[in-house]
């Protein structure tokens, strides 16, 4: 099962792929970034975004989307600039037929380390070692897209899941 999991953002969206067919032995098979301009106009930067999202799903053919679920207390500006490019990724998702799922990034770092509210730093070792990384996983976006898919595998596809904690869109 090939998973494409996603931290968006209209600045920079990281994207992970893993194939998690066995979910025990979760293998990583591509992570980066999706970065535009902040000089080009809003629906330029959006048009790219679709443009790079199609492209991994035309690449990776993935079974599922794992999308960071919005949590904005603050600032409203960039929540709905977020919410843009989630919106994006989850149209390129209904486009292809392929599956939503969403958590929170306290989700994914519970998950993970055993505390929700662990640093990024902690988040990306975790992920790292599941998924035998060796190196320092670049950039930060990349690693918390490779824990949105980690989480979702703890979550849906290891065998103690409960399946009554799944969030579908």
């Known amino acids: 099962m090939i998973l494409l999991g996603i931290d968006p953002g209209t600045a920079s969206t990281g994207y992970g792929v893993v194939d998690a067919t066995n979910p025990k032995s979760v293998i990583s098979i591509e992570y980066g970034l999706i970065k535009t301009s902040k000089d080009l106009l809003m629906s330029e930067r959006l048009l790219r975004i679709y443009e790079s999202s199609k492209e991994l799903v035309r690449k990776y053919r993935p079974d599922a989307f794992i999308i960071e679920s919005l949590f904005f207390n603050t600032n409203t500006k960039t929540a709905i600039t977020v919410g843009q490019a989630r ?18 990034a306290l989700q994914a770092k519970m998950v993970l380390t055993g505390y929700g509210r662990a640093e990024k730093s902690v988040v990306r070792n975790e992920v790292a070692r599941r998924l035998n990384i060796l190196t320092q996983i670049k950039p930060i976006d990349a690693s918390d897209a490779l824990a949105m898919a980690l989480c979702h595998v703890e979550k849906v596809l290891s065998p103690s899941t409960k399946q009554h904690e799944i969030k579908k869109t």
């Open 87 to 104: 919106g994006i990724h989850i149209l390129v998702a209904g486009k292809y037929k392929v599956p939503v799922f969403e958590y929170t």
